[in-house]
């Protein structure tokens, strides 16, 4: 019975939605992939109806480092993603393997308070059972075979994608598909908060959920007010580069937390919670003070929030009035700010290993060298990944050439319209 879905994905309205989910390019590859996924599936659990899902990475375009302070983002859902075949199931319990690990997850629905031992994919899981009951949602049992393209613990968001494909399984089977993209992105910022310890904003899990590109704007957090921007980047010339430099998030929470405490300890010396509660003036007319309050660095770190707030604002009306070339002027601004500014392009005190201080070093001469396109390091930094904009002539030559030297992977991304889904659903509206 499992093979009527894959039937579905085979109809020109199954190819279709697969053409507007990866490209046209990517139909032959992402078809067999969801066969493999459903086969898996049959592997572990025997032959059922599955409901096919899916969650996008996401690529952050602006706004770095400014959601935990209530600033303004720009960042879009990707053609990577992680995908689940799933069955509801009548026990409590959640059970899953994901390709590559050798674990059998099971989760007792029953006994989802925090635990110690837990690894970050349990304890993820667990905190999204506890986050949809305690916002009021239903949650039950399923069986899944995961798979993930998203680069891990690399800045696209593989965390929150998983999250999010998690919390779709679970609004599909359980909750009438009712949660929209802001309850199902708060639900997983709780299960980080709060069964991962990781100090995240909103940012990953709304550009995971949503899909498109879109603007966010988290002034109220619990009220972000969400902007669709109509832009794609490849018809209109440009391709979007995500470059892996080989270095690792997985251990760099302190870092991380770091960022927007820095910015806290800068708004708490000025009686303010936050710095989006504050201007630029508010800095200069005090500086003396908050310097000794809370560091040269805090500064420099807030002075960067207010400047790439502003910067996001004008991304968004370079987009809409189809100014190209100034949008990506701004994203050199930004790429800029965030490598003198918020300095988070490599860790504090590292001389060895600055991957990509280099990397963004080389690219910045290759761009300089064809005369167009944008780098700038993208998600939370201090390692990973990096993004360039880059004309469609010249993004297979320089994914070469960067690629060779750094032997690490490099991909095209496009930005996706569909976020967090479950494509029985999308194929039931065709």
Not at 37 to 56: H, I, K, R, T, W
Request: glycine content about 10%; overall charge negative; charged content about 20%.
């Amino acid at each position: 019975m499992s093979n009527q879905m894959l039937n579905r994905l085979q109809t020109s309205e199954g190819q279709e939605l697969l053409v507007q989910m990866y490209g046209k390019q990517q139909l032959v590859e992402q078809t067999g992939r969801y066969q493999s996924l459903v086969e898996q599936f049959q592997a572990y659990f025997g032959e059922q109806e599955v409901g096919l899902f899916s969650s996008p990475g996401r690529c952050e375009v602006g706004g770095n480092h400014t959601d935990h302070n209530h600033g303004k983002v720009l960042a879009g859902s990707i053609t990577l993603d992680t995908i689940g075949a799933a069955v509801k199931v009548d026990e409590p319990v959640i059970t899953f393997f994901s390709e590559g690990y050798a674990t059998k997850y099971v989760i007792d629905l029953q006994d989802i308070q925090p635990r110690s031992g837990d690894d970050g994919t349990t304890s993820l899981v667990r905190g999204i059972a506890a986050g949809f009951i305690e916002a009021g949602f239903q949650v039950g049992g399923f069986h899944a075979y995961i798979s993930s393209n998203v680069f891990s613990a690399s800045g696209l968001s593989s965390s929150a994608s998983f999250e999010m494909l998690i919390g779709t399984i679970l609004n599909h089977f359980y909750n009438d598909g009712t949660l929209d993209a802001v309850s199902m992105s708060k639900i997983g910022q709780f299960a980080e908060n709060r069964y991962w310890n990781k100090p995240s904003g909103l940012l990953d899990q709304m550009a995971c959920a949503y899909g498109g590109l879109i603007a966010i704007d988290f002034e109220t957090p619990k009220e972000p007010v969400i902007k669709p921007v109509r832009w794609d980047f490849q018809k209109n010339g440009y391709s979007l580069v995500i470059v892996n430099t080989g270095g690792n998030h997985a251990d760099l929470t302190e870092d991380y937390a770091a960022v927007p405490n820095e910015m806290y300890a800068v708004a708490k010396s000025l009686g303010a919670s936050v710095c989006r509660d504050l201007s630029p003036e508010d800095i200069y007319a005090n500086l003396k003070a908050v310097r000794a309050a809370a560091g040269d660095r805090a500064v420099l770190r807030a002075l960067h929030f207010f400047e790439e707030n502003g910067r996001v604002d004008e991304q968004v009306l370079a987009l809409e009035e189809n100014r190209f070339n100034d949008f990506l002027t701004l994203i050199t601004a930004s790429g800029n700010s965030s490598w003198k500014w918020l300095q988070n392009v490599y860790q504090s005190g590292a001389i060895q290993n600055q991957e990509i201080a280099i990397a963004l070093s080389l690219t910045e001469n290759y761009l300089k060298k064809i005369g167009a396109g944008a780098c700038r390091i993208h998600g939370g930094g201090f390692a990973g990944v990096f993004l360039t904009i880059i004309p469609n002539e010249h993004a297979e030559a320089y994914m070469s050439w960067i690629g060779g030297m750094l032997e690490t992977p490099v991909l095209v991304v496009n930005v996706r319209e569909h976020g967090a889904v479950c494509l029985n659903e999308l194929l039931d509206r065709k």
